[in-house]
């Protein structure tokens, strides 16, 4: 009996002793669905993945300037790439782990309708969209918005946030009726939890892919290496999917 709990003690002192954390930029619309797979990564692996949001422009920046990222998940596919360009990241390592989904949402019950005809009319004073020229998300929100004809009608009443996650408290609190946002965002059990939304069809902008790439500091990282091959496998792509991304 002492040799099998000497044995188990030493097992699980070999297992500490393996397990590692791994440093993990996250766009800010993936915020939630990553705490959740970091908790069934730490589970399989033993390994913890230490998650920041922000915006992958941010990031970007903060990686050039030696901040230590290992695995940066962006909210768009370009910013990885040009990290790989850079040498800041593992040449071959990208992938897409997430398709985004953009909704129209309010906080308002009943407010957005099944077709986002609400554009169309005068019954928001203001929308809030993320940044186009930073935010992926606000770049198919203004897609959206030249795809429907009313670009122009609601011009003078847009309002840019910083980001994705500045844009969804704008309408959350109630400063603004209305906004574009990700469905991430919102999502609860496959459905809008609350509020009104109304999900873009995916063919009225341009795809937001997303992509993971391993950063040069964590190339050489065993917990870096096992979260990439994580992303892809099956636990963390059910839970992508269950926060209204494709994959």
Request: no cysteine.
């Amino acid at each position: 009996m002492f040799r099998l709990v000497l044995w188990g003690a030493l097992f699980g002192l070999a297992l500490n002793v393996q397990a590692a954390s791994v440093s993990v930029a996250v766009a800010s619309n993936f915020i939630a669905p990553m705490r959740k797979i970091a908790e069934a990564f730490a589970q399989e692996t033993g390994h913890q993945a230490v998650l920041a949001s922000g915006s992958t422009g941010g990031f970007h920046v903060q990686i050039k300037n030696g901040a230590p990222f290992e695995v940066l998940l962006a909210a768009d596919d370009e910013t990885p790439l040009r990290i790989e360009r850079e040498g800041l990241g593992v040449e071959g390592s990208r992938f897409t782990y997430a398709i985004g989904q953009l909704v129209l949402w309010s906080e308002q019950p009943g407010y957005v309708d099944a077709g986002g005809n609400i554009l169309r009319s005068s019954k928001f004073d203001r929308i809030a969209i993320a940044n186009p020229r930073l935010a992926p998300y606000g770049s198919a929100a203004v897609e959206t918005l030249t795809r429907l004809g009313v670009l122009k009608d609601v011009q003078s009443r847009l309002v840019q946030g910083e980001n994705i996650a500045q844009t969804y408290q704008f309408v959350a609190t109630g400063n603004v009726q209305l906004g574009f946002v990700a469905l991430s965002q919102v999502i609860s059990d496959g459905k809008i939890s609350r509020g009104s939304g109304w999900i873009v069809p995916p063919d009225f902008h341009t795809p937001i892919r997303q992509d993971a790439i391993l950063l040069v500091n964590g190339k050489d990282h065993p917990a870096a290496i096992a979260l990439m091959k994580f992303l892809r496998g099956e636990k963390a792509r059910a839970v992508i999917r269950s926060f209204g991304y494709d994959i």
